[in-house]
């Protein structure tokens, strides 16, 4: 297997642990009788911890490989996984969440080593494929999830179960990338300003490399809207509509189909025809609809069909900002680039998790999802296409030499 392909399996197998997880954490806290705050403090305790450690992550990345980064981010994943499995304390929970944010390098890491192993005009297919790994761990994750509520046994166990399966898949992942995946940086590269890799001016110095910034906002208002409904999806269908919890996770799954068929069997194709500046801007269209129509659903199929675009706008805007940014950046700063573009969607989450439960459970069922729209429709100001134009020219780099196993 090719070191894309490798690292395209690790990422399915790490985001299948999580995608068991997302859809159950809302409920598993309102189990143990944790208020609407507290729930809002559960999602947000995982993007505090990856907003510090994401940049620092990314530049370790550049200056000592991609794989060991991968080690040590996949254990500390693994290790939450199984104290949110063991504990009904709040802070206890609220400490695993943390440790899984402070190690949660595994996407941005993953971006950059796909960015090492491919060419620049075929890192939006790249992307791609990672994205439709991600897309097939939220359809098969929440499967999983709704078919291990569905197990005659007790009910503290039935919650607790997920969390311990989405550690043996986390735990899978670390095994594949101390046996299998082999190192992507290659040597005689320069490092860059090694100076700027634990400091708050260096995320600021690469936010503001040529072309990279617009790309980074881009990216931040696109996920601040669509973690709206990643942090309140259960709580808002079991309050608007009644499903319950494995219900949801079934639901979650279908969006997860979507996305999977955007990013890994269309994004190709569409990006060589029209260019990831014009998709973007189709996406954030498809997705602000999406939102506007959970916000307005009268009945489940209009409820269904807004979700399946709100995926689809996402599956969109997701590889087209990645492919974009990381023809914009020079090989050297991959990482780097990619950690602070990882910190500002770790940011988003941070704002969203914590704003939208507090709407959710404080202005109404709906609020959160008109706000979303509204950060949507923001977002498309931001990527107009002649602001999209302005975007410089992609860096020249060498072509990534062959690998082999």
Avoid at 12 to 30: C, K, Q, W, Y
Avoid at 63 to 76: E, K, M, N, T
Avoid at 104 to 122: H, R, W
Avoid at 337 to 349: D, E, I, N, P
Wanted: charged residues 10%.
């Amino acid at each position: 297997m090719t070191p894309l392909g490798m690292i395209v399996v690790i990422v399915l197998v790490d985001v299948l642990g999580f995608s068991i997880v997302m859809p159950l954490l809302g409920p598993f806290a309102e189990h143990y009788g944790f208020g609407d705050g507290r729930i809002g403090m559960l999602f947000a305790a995982y993007p505090v911890c990856q907003l510090v450690a994401g940049p620092i992550l990314g530049r370790l990345s550049d200056r000592y490989g991609r794989r060991p980064l991968l080690v040590y981010s996949q254990a500390g994943t693994a290790l939450s996984f199984v104290i949110l499995g063991l504990s009904h304390d709040f802070w206890v929970m609220l400490l695993a969440r943390m440790l899984d944010g402070a190690s949660g390098g595994n996407f941005l890491v993953a971006q950059a080593y796909v960015a090492d192993v491919t060419p620049p005009g075929g890192r939006s297919r790249g992307l791609g494929l990672m994205g439709m790994a991600f897309g097939l761990g939220f359809v098969l994750g929440p499967l999983l999830g709704g078919a291990l509520l569905s197990l005659p046994v007790a009910t503290d166990l039935r919650l607790r179960l997920p969390f311990l399966v989405a550690a043996g898949f986390s735990t899978a992942a670390w095994i594949l990338v101390l046996s299998r995946l082999p190192e992507s940086r290659k040597t005689g590269f320069p490092l860059g300003e090694q100076a700027r890799v634990f400091t708050w001016r260096g995320m600021v110095d690469t936010a503001v490399l040529p072309g990279v910034g617009r790309l980074i906002a881009i990216g931040f208002l696109a996920v601040l809207a669509f973690a709206t409904f990643e942090g309140t999806f259960a709580l808002f269908l079991n309050r608007r509509m009644g499903w319950n919890e494995r219900t949801a996770a079934f639901a979650f799954s279908g969006m997860g189909v979507a996305s999977a068929i955007v990013q890994g069997g269309l994004i190709r194709r569409l990006a060589a025809r029209f260019g990831e500046r014009r998709l973007i801007v189709a996406g954030l269209t498809t997705a602000a609809v999406g939102l506007a129509g959970m916000a307005a659903s009268p009945n489940t199929p209009v409820l269904i069909i807004a979700m399946g675009l709100l995926a689809v706008g996402q599956g969109l805007v997701g590889p087209s900002v990645g492919g974009l940014l990381s023809r914009t950046t020079p090989h050297d700063e991959q990482g780097a680039v990619f950690g602070v573009y990882s910190s500002a969607q770790t940011l988003a989450r941070l704002i969203s998790y914590a704003m939208a439960n507090l709407m959710l459970g404080r202005v109404g069922t709906t609020a959160p999802y008109w706000t979303a729209c509204g950060v949507e429709v923001v977002a498309l100001a931001v990527s107009a296409p002649a602001a999209l134009g302005a975007v410089v020219e992609p860096a020249k780099e060498p072509e990534p030499a062959a690998h082999s196993e």
